[in-house]
């Protein structure tokens, strides 16, 4: 902000959805198809600080929600914290 512009305040949206179709065959040779489909949207805000020449430190912290439409899932996949950390190098 101001005349250095040392950081910079970001938010972020992200959906993404993919339909698919799963062909497989048990042990026993019987064949089985299945359409599965899944979104998940992530949602937040971050931050990006200059520290060096060409380097940044970008974190951001938001929410996970995804969709498996009425499968059954393995583990809970509603409602996470989406929580990144990393290193930008500018060219």
Known sequence: MGSNKNFLIHG???LTT???DIEFTE???TF????DEEGSL???VGVEVHIKKRFNIRTSIGKLNADFGDKITSQDVEDKIDINLGVVYQF
């Open 32 to 35: 089985h198809t299945q359409e």
């Open 18 to 20: 993919r339909n698919f």
């Open 12 to 14: 972020y949206t992200n």
């Open 42 to 44: 992530r949602y937040g």
């Open 27 to 29: 042990a026993d040779g």
